[in-house]
């Protein structure tokens, strides 16, 4: 099948990359020259572990193109994905310009009947808008579909590829079966795709990311009556956890969850219920508590170096938002960082692929570091933000030379605290 794509960002790339794989024939339209031009020349704008060797290949066999030009990037193609950036506007509600600016391009471009599918994160009643502004100019019969993606950054590929489920709203018969048609190698595992009305299927998305940063933040706040009353998180992680109705995954505390999406789409859905004046409190706490989360650690470490954080020396292990990728979108370590500039503290960081992302926006007011030990050479005391996975097992006979404080402050609770007190360091992490 012949597929456009419309924005190569994040989703945009995968998505035509995976249907590559499977076969169909892409070309990717974005207006970002450049990044079209380092896409052309076969190099992947994105870190995401897995996706080269797909996108290496599909451009090696002729399956998947790039193009500034919506006109010939939409030549032919029976389907063609909206995976445009759906970003808070001022007032916090999902910015529809992008999507409904290329809806009002797409309607004189169409030759045949289209499906058009919105795969960004958009407000219930966009699929209903997007029709309208393409019929306002299209000759030729076409349907909107709506089909949230799911996927977490770090292991997009996997998650597309075999998605635990696939979402569409449609109420229309041609279109149902076109969608079908295309998902058919993605569900072979007997994950359901699961048919709705556009409405429905739009609001899934926002509640499926606002019930995880929810179950995120009810653990953050169990760990903060952990601290009080003297109890173990990751105790309760795994007691609660146990339970089928609960489930293992994200129940994991923290210093508060980022990233481009849980805190734009809680914060758009709470505006959504503002817009029909309904009083979504559950979301409300939900973002104040996260809010504060992230920078929860820093109370404990002004009152370790008793109130004097100038001229003292922080190493901060982890700038993205969370490992295995390079996105730097509302990172908890960035607001941590800049809390502790504002202290007067000085920071020497190391992060595996965020680093060149966060000099665009910090500059030189810190230190970047080859790796994690320059970062700690020297250092008054460590401040873990992300888990990389070579966070983990770090050695610790090196640390505790380099650490002049033997402090260490670790917003994701990498180290088993009995272990590392015994080894000799001082060990603040959350909850426990
Ligand atoms: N990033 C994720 O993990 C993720 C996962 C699921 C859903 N989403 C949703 O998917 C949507 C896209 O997210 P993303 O992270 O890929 O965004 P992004 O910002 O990484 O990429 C968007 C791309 O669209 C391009 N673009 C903007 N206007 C354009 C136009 N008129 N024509 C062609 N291209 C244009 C931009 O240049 C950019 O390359 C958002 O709604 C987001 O909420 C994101
Ligand atoms: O137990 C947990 C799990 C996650 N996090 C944090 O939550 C944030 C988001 O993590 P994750 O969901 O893994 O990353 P994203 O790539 O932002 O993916 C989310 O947002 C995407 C965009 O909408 C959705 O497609 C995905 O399904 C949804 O998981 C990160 O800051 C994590 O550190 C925790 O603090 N504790």
Known sequence: MKIAVIGTGYVGLVTGTCFAETGNNVTCVDIDVKKVEKLQSGVVTIYEPGLEVLFERNIAQGRLKFTTSLEDG??????IFLALPTPPGEDGSAD????????DDLGPLLKDYTVIVDKSTVPVGTAEKVHARIAARAKVDFD???NPEFLREGVAVEDFMKPDRVVIGTQSEKARRVMETLYAPFVRQGNPIIFMDERSAE?????????LATKITFMNEIANMCERL???VDMIRKGIGTDDRIGKRFLFAGIGYGGSCFPKDVQALAKSAEEVNYDFQILKSVMNVNQLQKTT????MKEFFKNDLKGKTIAVWGLAFKPNTDDI???PALENIQTLLALGAKVKAYDPEAMENVKGILGNTIEFCTDQYEATEGADALLIATEWPVFRTPDFDK????IKSKAIFDGRNLYDVKTIRDLGFVYFSIGR
């Open 399 to 402: 640390l505790a030379v380099q």
């Open 74 to 79: 939409i030549k032919d193609a029976k389907i």
């Open 329 to 331: 979108r509302e990172a």
């Open 230 to 232: 003297g109890a173990d």
């Open 203 to 211: 609001l899934t998305k926002y509640a499926a990311n606002a019930f």
């Open 297 to 300: 650690l820093i109370p404990r």
């Open 96 to 103: 529809l310009k992008y999507v409904l600016g290329v809806a």
């Open 144 to 146: 909107v579909v709506s």
